[in-house]
């Protein structure tokens, strides 16, 4: 009984379309003119010998990007995207990522750097370059790797069968089968036409365009009499084991097939263990995609796999192997705008890859993706190598094109400085948040994305973290201390803070016997419990009124069923972020605003404001843009202005009464202003909430001025656990502070 | 200037009458004869060498319940009440707490057990015996302890004034009007008319009743010889020290009068320190309120005090204050339906207080009580002294009407053994927790009532608590993680629990797409986030239909804007309780039912099993009571059964198809019974989630056989944080686990 048929006997349909996804992207640091980098590795990407993400392959100057193992080609594809951002975010400034696996110039051997990553390693290195030579070493692609599901394959097993046996059985299958068809993949997905001259040196030279040098034999292969039995995995193991001990190969790892057998470093372990996964290694740099290989290509990969293994179980020999591994170079060395070498054989694939997709109920998103292929397979024009083709005689160079195509992707990056575009529907400090657990190497997975709840690990240490900062190191019960206000008051006045005097009301009875109590004092009401500024209403010194009071109750009734009616502070309100007992940030708030300059009117003040890159819907972005509307145009009536006014130099004109940055306020950073007595207090405060995390909210009539216990010299308004980071990290004006790499920091401190 | 003339200039209405009020009450221990105990002060009430509630006075069997400092007399008597509570539910079998000042009973001299406080305290008792007798220390009372606000006492300086100096001339003035109008509140309140004959063995005996014995020279007073001057704080001290030095008094505290000024062991430090508060010792116990005083009474005695501030500046003499002595002494001696001694005074002294009244806009209810003491004051047959004297002479004596009330009092607290019905306005479980937290002589705050959120402290060890288990143990991330169902299974899944199998939709066309994978199979759709069971569907196996499964998807999301699907075991759903690495109980959790007796009907059958105290409205009581609704008549029907059916013997007859507590299920407990392995995996889980607090619920087919890891040995719906403990604490069947005491014991280590 073949696969296809235990799928749909056993319906196994749901399981056979799961995966463990993950790709390997490599591709070489550039400057402006296309010639490698020179530089090292950067060390903003901290330390290789245990990052997940960024890695270098062979040469220094030769980035490997690792996505996770994912559950979707989507989300491998979106953490590939992710860390591309993070990289290419930080790379020396002048170079670029070159998009194409071939480089365009190659520079004399002896300046091309080995990566350096220990003895060892730069010891297997300095064989491969003695064997291969260097400019090999330099082709870029993507690896992708593809495992089935433990309960599939559990599925699948017929009697006495283990699960090893299993694994092995059906991933043998996958490869042979793999090898048989891989070229329908070379001439859809190649994309290496050309390489320097410097590249062909002392062999063989192509003279004209290909579809993917890389996939042929003047790619990185190993000599031609090292070949591996695919017949089964005890022929492939025997094969392989005799090739090292000949020395031909020097460990088990220098085997370059377009197929790896993974779970183990040694081959032998897998007949016991059962083959983990398998590695498909043929897929070259496609320079239109940001990452090197579209989502779409990453499903057909997926698609292509799951439809190798639907093929009737025809036994395949080892001269069917040979005839794809013919077909492969064949495709691989031929023009790109040349036919499919055997376009009956492609379509009759294709058929079978539609007859699945049919039968597995997938989704209208995969059956146009075949479709689009198999007008690929007939129009060889609309092939990548084909495209690039047409794109390169366009523009008259390769280089011109990938400096062009590798610029793009770097102005899309810096555009956006302050979050992840993979990552763009999770909030920005969560966005922020990942790109730094990306850069220093933390194991990331998003347990729920709308939630924005993250796992990080680093070795056996376990971290969740949901909203960028509520973690572990925080208690149970502060949050629920900060949440609230008759709470946080009492915890904070009985630790000898100043604290606004407060008093609680339920409804306009009470309201009116406390009355007397706060008559002719300033004194603000507003509901125990909100966050939005809603419900809220001042009285200063004297202005108290019984009437007025009893209304303001009332609409701070509308917002919480308990009301705090509370001595009133004149002062500046100042954001203090403390984190692992230190005030990290301290933030002023300013209402929406724009400054004159003598020839500008308002409205176009505010264009001008708003044409900064932070500034947008104030969700996407960390700030917002300043809107002109009706409370604008009163607020600027009360200056004697309007939209068109022109404003003379150096004169500030407020566009809002309120200083939220979600009304086109701008964030300004004072941590270095604030007098260090102020910072002491909000992390005291912190230890009195029992919090390692909190916002608190101050009141300072000078904050140059030393902290005094006067209630007077400084009030507290309240504590805010899970408080903003966004507009620390990103304010209007002064200096950003990185909030998250300190989250990072407390929850490892072993971090090294 | 005089105080009232202050607070009214400076607007300190507000402050004035803020207080901080304890109260301390002593009772005897007697036997269902009106005999004290012969036991020993209870184990149960813990370490009296730091227990601030529970304590023992003079004699072992004579308790002293003392409330925290509180901000209102109500709150105070609300304290007191719950400390009553816990304590007559911890008395031996048999014990009561004597509700009058005097005993009816007294035992031979020998037979009273000085109370065991260590050495020191031993030997200042047997001195107090040596020179006063065994039985005049058998008396109780109760003392008012009364402070004003700091913020008032600051805002009442005088220019050059320290704080200190501001307290000792407000408190003295207040101690010294306090003497000359005291016989007001004796006339009023009074409740000491009889002794038994032993009381006066080798002196003058009292053969009618009196108001108050115990106020009068009869009581426990100093020799006639020792008399303080009240003429200044100064003179006060100096005339005690000499006492003191002289040898006629041990120590400072061996002084007896009326008021005490508290702050200091040593009244020379007072002089510097200034006054504290000030303590009120002549309140007899009246016996007709629970615990010793009406909350009425108790706000009576603040409007006293604050209305002896409110008279005008009169400089008291010497002389003033000994005429209010002998007024003192003459009503306390005076029969119990005599005028008062001096009613004009009286009579004006309450027009101070009306009017003070009227100045500071008290509530209605103040101006009641004044009104009801005038009237008193008017007719002496309503003081608390007439009413007892006529409620003796209708009993036929104290000893009767005291252990009667005294038994009324017990009844009243073992009727509701799951609460304190002084914070009934709580949850169950803080109820619980507060009783607990009384019980073993933790310092105890409520922060705020309706958030039930509680501040503990041991020594200086401070945890805040809400709702009886959240706590600072737990960490911010645990309850996030198990509050979100997807994130939960992914955290179980990666520890390697058997967790159903999973998909998450968002909408209906998503639906629609994983259908072909669970086609057939047992499952159960749900909201992502509920806890209240609305919105499940549960498809058994096979018998999942595209339409059915689409409404019961759109059913779900009317819940949650994310859906569950997810493989439905069979089995009986069992929640575990974990604590501190421990499972601490298990829970089934059955149907509403009755079980037939062969004579009554279904409907009679409810009614007896209503009976239970523990049922109610499932609020304010642990379990709820069966109703007999449509629901209830239908799941009748389908058994064949209606309301009047006879049920035969040992049937168990089904009201409910779902197992929740608040309609009517049993809660059993099978700690003992469930299979060790299943606690151990509790436990794990726990510790996946990163939690100290966890309820787990299982779905397990068989109890009593180990867990395998296979999928169908058992499997996990959910964890939930804040996990109930009033099931556990007061099951419907099986033991009881007193959870929260494992709370305190868990924030606690360190408690003896």
């Known amino acids: 009984m073949n696969i296809r048929q235990v799928i749909l006997e056993r319906g196994l349909e749901g399981l056979f379309t799961q995966a463990t996804i993950g790709l390997e992207k490599e591709g070489q640091r550039v400057l402006a003119d296309g010639k490698l980098s020179q530089m090292g590795h950067p060390s903003a990407f901290g330390d290789r010998s245990f990052h997940p993400y960024i890695q270098t392959d062979f040469a220094e100057s030769q980035l490997e990007l690792i996505s996770p193992v994912t559950a979707s080609s989507a989300e491998a594809l979106r953490f590939l995207g992710a860390i591309h951002e993070v990289t290419l975010s930080h790379l020396p400034k002048g170079e670029l990522l070159w998009p194409l696996s071939i480089p365009a110039v190659l520079p004399e051997a002896d300046h091309i750097l080995e990566a350096q990553m220990g003895e060892v390693d730069t010891r297997y290195r300095e064989y491969l370059t003695q064997k291969y030579g260097k400019y090999k070493q330099m082709v870029s692609g993507i690896h992708y790797n593809f495992g089935l599901t433990e309960a599939f394959l559990m599925s699948l097993r017929e009697d006495g069968e283990s699960l090893a046996q299993v694994r092995n059985r059906v991933y043998m299958t996958l490869a042979q089968r793999f090898l048989r068809y891989q070229w329908i993949l070379v001439y859809l997905l190649g994309a290496a036409p050309w390489a320097p001259e410097a590249y062909f040196k002392g062999g063989d030279v192509l003279t004209e365009p290909v579809r993917s040098i890389r996939s042929s034999s003047f790619g990185y292969v190993n000599q031609p009499h090292v070949q ?68 779409a290509d990453a499903r057909f990969i997926h698609l292509f796999l799951l439809g190798l293994l639907w093929l009737d179980d025809d036994e395949l020999t080892e001269a069917d192997i040979q005839r794809g591994r013919d077909l492969k170079e064949a495709t691989a060395l031929s023009h790109p705008l040349s036919s499919a070498m055997d376009l009956d054989e492609g379509m009759n694939f294709f058929a079978v890859l539609e007859a699945m997709a049919e039968q597995l109920h997938l ?70 948040f990942l790109a730094d657990a990306i850069q220093y190497g933390f194991g990331l997975e998003i347990l ?97 009124d019984q009437a007025d009071f009893l209304e303001a109750v009332r609409l701070a009734l509308l917002e919480d069923k308990e009301v705090m009616v509370e001595d009133f502070m004149a002062g500046t309100e100042y954001r203090f972020f403390v984190l692992g007992g230190e005030t990290r940030a301290v933030l002023l708030r300013v209402p929406a605003n724009v400054t004159g300059d003598g020839k500008s009117t308002v409205a176009q003040l505010i264009e001008a404001k708003n044409d900064n890159p932070l500034r947008g819907d104030g969700k996407s972005t960390p700030l917002k843009k300043i809107e002109l509307g009706d409370l604008e145009v009163l607020q600027l009536k009360a200056q004697g202005l309007r939209a068109d006014s022109i404003v003379p130099e150096g004169q500030k004109v407020y566009l809002r009464a309120n200083s939220n940055i979600s009304t086109g306020g701008d964030s300004i950073d004072m941590t270095d202003e604030v007098h260090p007595s102020y910072k002491e207090i909000a992390v005291a405060i912190t230890k009195a909430m029992q919090a390692e995390v909190c916002g608190v909210d101050f009141i300072i009539p000078d904050i140059h001025l030393p902290a005094e216990t006067s209630p007077t010299s400084y009030g507290i308004i309240e504590a805010n656990f899970n408080p903003m980071m966004m507009m620390h990290i990103f304010p209007a004006y002064g200096t950003s502070r990185r909030l998250t790499t300190d989250v990072l920091k407390m929850l490892y401190p072993e971090y090294p």
């Open 228 to 295: 591996v039995s695919f017949a089964s995995l005890e022929a492939y193991a025997a094969s392989l084991c005799r090739l090292v001990d000949s020395g031909d190969l020097i460990a088990e790892k220098e085997l370059y097939e377009s197929v790896r057998f993974r779970g183990s470093q040694s081959v032998l372990d897998l007949l016991d263990k059962g083959i983990q996964y398998l590695e498909f290694r043929i897929f070259d740099l496609n320079p239109f995609a940001p990452y090197g290989i579209t989502e």
């Open 363 to 432: 989704p209208a998103s995969d059956r146009e993706i075949l479709a689009q292929k198999i007008q690929q397979l007939q129009q060889p024009e609309l092939t990548l190598a084909g495209k690039l083709f047409q794109a390169v005689e366009e523009k008259g160079s390769v280089r011109d094109l990938g400096l062009d195509l590798a610029q793009a992707n770097m102005t899309a990056v810096l555009d956006r400085p302050f979050g992840l575009q993979a990552f763009a529907n999770m909030e920005l400090s969560t966005q922020a």
């Open 448 to 544: 729920d994305e709308r939630d924005q709840f993250v796992k990080l690990t680093f070795g056996d240490h376990i971290e969740y973290v949901k909203n960028g900062n509520m973690t572990s190191h925080d208690s149970y019960i502060s949050p629920l201390i900060m949440e609230n206000k008759v709470v946080t008051k009492k915890v904070l006045a009985q630790a000898g803070f100043a604290v606004p005097d407060s008093i609680q009301v339920t409804n306009l009875e009470e309201a009116g016997q406390v009355f007397h109590r706060v008559k002719g004092r300033p004194i603000v009401i507003k509901p125990k419990s909100t966050n939005f500024g809603l419900g809220i209403s001042i009285f200063e010194e004297g202005t108290t």
